[in-house]
C-alpha cells in the first residue's frame, strides 16, 4: 500500500515560500498547479508538486480550472 503525501495550503506556502496571495495569484495565471483537492483547506498532491518542479506539468491546458483531479496536463 502506497501513502502519498497531501500538503495543505500552509505548507505548500512554507514549501515554496510564496504568501497565500502569491499563491493563488500563481494558481490563477497558470504559473502553478491548481489545488488537488478543494475544501478547507485546500490541499496539493504531494506527487503533483514534485512533478511541477520537475517540469512534467504542463500547466497551459484549457481546462486548468477542473483541477489536478482531472490531472490531465501531465505530460506523457
Do not use: C
Not at 18 to 44: C, E, I, M, Q
Request: glycine share 6%.
Amino acid at each position: 500500500m502506497s501513502h502519498q503525501i497531501i500538503y495543505r495550503t500552509t505548507e505548500v506556502m512554507e514549501r515554496y515560500r510564496f504568501s497565500r496571495a502569491t499563491l493563488y495569484r500563481k494558481v490563477k495565471d497558470r504559473t502553478f498547479p491548481p489545488p488537488t483537492f478543494l475544501g478547507r483547506p485546500n490541499k496539493w498532491s504531494g506527487s503533483v508538486l514534485d512533478a511541477f518542479e520537475q517540469g512534467e506539468i504542463n500547466l497551459s491546458i484549457d481546462n486548468h480550472h477542473l483541477g489536478p483531479r482531472m490531472l490531465p496536463w501531465l505530460k506523457s
